[in-house]
């Protein structure tokens, strides 16, 4: 038997928030029938809610699929929340949006939290309680690019390239470009995004420079043999269809839209760049879950039921229906089934298993790790987003006010009592992974000294 609270919850608020949000209709809604507000039909333990009529916003990719599933599971209503979700138009939006508070939360990208509290872009107080994935991103090259690479990459017994496919097979080709007057410029989505620093990662490992950022050029093109530039994720392969872009870093579907238009080849992804790395994040401001602390924990609650059941064998061809409909990413859901269900697809008809691709629960996905959040920080020093040295105690400092991996406790403390999740799915840890070289270049990265990996690299800046 499950261990049920007494209920706070103001039972008018409720009914109103209730009543009038079915009257709008919308998706993912379970009925015109509230539950019971002392338990749910999941044996919900519900807190005393501040605000539970909420608007999330999220861009068209498919690791926003955990807010996707929370709603049309009926998983934000089984704790007293009446969310709306709605799509952006890019990821500055999705920041300001925040910030002003039109939205009470949204799905970002990782390094946005974290630059706004170290000071780069847009400064406010944002806070991470809940991980949403990890992986789900590639690099695509044009056809024409592709064509030159290919023959520097070895290639396996039955002909077809062997990965990981590094970027030192694309060294020469940007070194033609430059000596025929052709600058190489490559598309990411956002300044301070993963696929930023991943692009950045993958052509430094080759000894390709992309670039640094200064106080006279916040492009971050200072010394760069690759132009990088800021392109919308749903607008990627038109973009490089026309010619304006040669390659570019994204998350899914965009890397397999290009496969099946037959414009690009993806060479690479970021599960090969760094294992299990981090890649979007639920984002709330500080003002908000100070106001709302028991909201913030009922929505990370839901969030992590999400993604357990993404990641729960059987569920993923559901998912892809849930993901393509118009409402949420709105691609065709043939491609999105082809990196969603365990696959990912290179050249066309280089289908491979990669099982890892996208991860929602597994490793501990959905943990806000103090070290993740630090290899952001490292990464803007590195390319000159945060212009001074700071001391290592600054990395540790800076984050702990950005992730809050105790709201992630409570709430899934709650969850193990409710019998939604196992004791043992809850990490022991002090918010930091081991070390780890899980990268293409098999350079090791430990949070708790961020200054010595700063300066492991042959390119970047060093303190």
Not at 56 to 71: N, Q, V
Not at 271 to 276: E, G, P, S
């Amino acid at each position: 038997m499950f261990s049920i609270k007494q209920v706070t919850a103001k039972i008018t608020i409720l009914a109103a928030v209730a009543s009038t949000l079915y009257s709008c209709g919308g998706s993912g809604t379970k009925g015109n029938t509230t539950e019971s507000v002392e338990e749910s039909s999941s044996s919900t333990i519900q807190l005393e809610i501040e605000k539970p009529q909420l608007t999330f916003g999220f861009i068209k990719l498919t690791d926003m699929a955990p807010l996707a599933i929370a709603k049309e599971l009926g998983y934000f209503e089984d704790e007293g929340l009446y969310v709306t979700i709605e799509a952006q138009s890019n990821w500055k939006n999705v920041l300001d949006r925040v910030i002003d508070g039109q939205l009470d939360g949204s799905h970002m990208l990782a390094g946005q939290p974290i630059a706004a509290g170290a000071g780069f872009g847009r400064q406010a107080e944002l806070v991470t309680p809940f991980s949403m994935d990890l992986n789900g991103n590639g690099i695509t090259v044009s056809n024409e690019v592709w064509s030159k690479m290919k023959p520097n990459v070895p290639t396996n017994g039955d002909g077809k390239p062997k990965h990981p496919i590094k970027a030192d097979a694309l060294a020469p080709v940007v070194q033609e470009y430059k000596n025929s007057g052709r600058p190489f410029k490559m598309g990411m989505v956002f300044p301070v995004s993963t696929h930023n620093y991943e692009i950045r990662y993958w052509l430094g490992a080759a000894g390709i420079n992309p670039g640094f950022y200064t106080e006279d050029n916040i492009q971050g093109q200072v010394d760069a043999d690759v132009l990088l530039s800021v392109t919308p994720p749903p607008q990627m392969p038109a973009t490089l269809e026309a010619g304006t872009i040669y390659g570019y870093c994204v998350g899914e579907p965009w890397n397999q839209q290009a496969v099946f238009k037959g414009i690009g080849v993806p060479v690479t992804t970021n599960y090969d760049i760094w294992k299990n790395n981090p890649e979007k994040v639920f984002v709330m401001t500080k003002k908000f879950i100070e106001e709302n602390p028991n909201t913030a924990i009922a929505v990370t609650k839901a969030l992590i039921r999400a993604g357990k059941w993404l990641d729960t064998p059987g569920n993923r061809p559901e998912a892809v229906g849930i993901l393509s409909k118009s409402a949420y990413v709105g691609a065709d859901s043939v491609v999105i089934a082809n990196s969603m269900t365990g696959t990912f697809e290179f050249e066309k008809g280089d289908k491979r298993e990669m099982k890892d691709f996208n991860v929602f629960f597994r490793h501990h996905a959905t943990y806000p790790f103090y070290s993740d959040g630090i290899w952001f920080l490292t990464q803007m020093r590195r390319w000159g987003q945060i212009p001074e040295k700071k001391p290592a105690d600054w990395y540790s400092n800076t984050i702990k006010d950005i992730y809050r991996p105790d709201i992630w406790e409570k709430a899934a403390k709650l969850l193990v009592e409710e019998g939604h999740l196992e004791e043992s799915e809850i990490p022991q840890t002090d918010g930091y992974k081991a070390p780890t070289s899980d990268f293409i270049d098999g350079n090791t990265y430990d949070g708790k000294d961020p200054i010595g990996y700063i300066n492991s690299f042959e390119i970047g800046n060093k303190d």
